[in-house]
């Protein structure tokens, strides 16, 4: 197995859409009062990451998934996960959560040639809790198999999509969205088929956001460095309580160990 170094100590990165991540805050009385209030994190930094590819699936489309990403220096963390659309091991299209190997592709910016579109944010702690809410929801109901659209798996992608851009501006005007709803200015959902929306989409948002996407040079080394490196087996999150309010936590997912040894990867 292949070990990444990050030239910082003790780093560990958990691949995870656990209850570890953190409280939720969507829906909860007076959020945005408190996000106002609430002091910046010296150490750590939230990343929204927004990836699509075409040409993958019979249709010309391809996988398209909302990842999240989080470097924490003073905790010694790295954690990352992504909901949406991903090819099985048939290479057949599917929902739910995105398994290591589709996404490590993006952890680096795509060529000028590639196929691949991917726009990443830096966002705060309390956006990165609102959509890491939004892509807890959207993995259990595909796991539990209470997708709101069960035979359109591209519908279900296109509402989560929504939901997860649409909690960058809850509390304020952070970025330049699209508006996913289907109506008379939705020119993409209008024109073109359900499996290329969030593709145009992603594409769109790039285009509003000139400037707003971090590229490769002002990413945190520890998560850059971990392309490809491979998970361990995936292991069981602990036993968290769970109230009637509350998802119940996701099942596990692959985890990743690393530890830098002053050099590169071995």
């Known amino acids: 197995m292949r070990r990444a170094g990050f030239g910082l100590r003790a780093w560990a990165l958990s691949v995870c859409l656990s209850a570890?991540?953190?409280?939720?805050a969507a829906g909860a009385s007076g959020a945005c009062e408190r996000e106002a209030s609430r002091v910046p994190s010296d150490t750590a930094r939230h990343f929204l990451v927004l990836a699509a590819s075409r040409d993958v699936f019979f249709d010309r489309s391809g996988p398209s998934f909302v990842m999240l990403m989080k470097a924490d220096t003073a905790a010694g963390e790295v954690e990352m996960g992504a909901v949406g659309i991903h090819a099985d091991e048939q290479g057949r299209a599917v929902f739910g959560t995105v398994p290591w190997t589709a996404y490590d592709a993006f952890l680096h910016e795509p060529g000028k040639d590639s196929r691949n579109v991917m726009?990443?944010?830096?966002?705060?702690?309390?956006?990165?809790?609102?959509?890491?809410?939004?892509?807890?929801?959207?993995?259990?109901?595909?796991?539990?198999?209470?997708?709101?659209?069960?035979?359109?798996?591209?519908?279900?992608?296109?509402?989560?999509?929504?939901?997860?851009?649409e909690e960058l501006n809850r509390c304020r005007n952070t970025f330049n969205l699209y508006t996913l709803d289907w109506g008379l200015e939705d020119r993409i959902s209008e024109e073109n088929a359900t499996a290329h929306v969030t593709r145009l989409v992603f594409e769109e948002l790039k285009r509003r956001n000139p400037g707003r996407h971090v590229p490769d040079s002002a990413m945190p080394e520890g998560l850059l460095s971990l392309a490809g490196s491979e998970p361990l087996a995936a292991r069981e999150p602990a036993p968290v309580e769970v109230n009637a309010t509350q998802d119940a936590a996701p099942a596990p997912a692959h985890v990743h160990h690393a530890h830098a040894h002053g050099g590169g990867t071995q």
């Open 20 to 24: 570890s991540w953190g409280a939720l």
């Open 119 to 165: 726009l990443r944010l830096e966002i705060s702690e309390p956006q990165y809790e609102r959509v890491l809410s939004v892509l807890r929801t959207w993995e259990r109901r595909a796991r539990e198999d209470q997708l709101l659209y069960p035979d359109d798996l591209h519908m279900n992608n296109i509402l989560l999509v929504k939901q997860a851009t």
